[in-house]
């Protein structure tokens, strides 16, 4: 069994930065990607961005291309979420998810609470 449990979300003024963290417990199939889930409230989920379990292979959706960037420590294992640049549209709670395929939410197994992000303007 996988538990993820994601800090790091807050409310911050447009322009600024946050850092998201996942930390996962359990054994993770290397193959298998994890990846960044947003929901705003009246919006279906979407994948924001996901890295390859085992390192590598990296996949973001365009509207955050440019702005955030997804990493791991393998060690610890943790992924983080980088978000520069933040824009009031990118509000939502954001999920971390493990076990999936790249952006695709319907493929993933293991789903963190969430953690809000709100961005003023």
């Known amino acids: 069994q996988v538990q993820l449990v994601e800090s790091g979300g807050g409310s911050v003024q447009a322009g600024g930065s946050l850092r998201l963290s996942c930390a996962a417990s359990g054994f993770l199939d290397r193959r298998n990607y994890m990846g960044w889930f947003r929901q705003a409230p009246g919006k279906e989920r979407e994948g924001v961005a996901a890295?390859?379990?085992?390192?590598?292979?990296?996949d973001y959706a365009d509207s955050v291309k440019g702005r955030f960037t997804i990493s791991q420590d393998n060690a610890k294992n943790t992924v983080y979420l980088q978000m520069n640049s933040l824009k009031p549209e990118d509000t939502a709670m954001y999920y971390c998810a493990a076990g999936g395929w790249w952006l695709s939410a319907g493929t993933y197994n293991y789903w963190g609470q969430g953690t809000q992000v709100t961005v003023s303007s």
């Open positions: 890295i390859k379990t085992g390192g590598g292979s990296t």
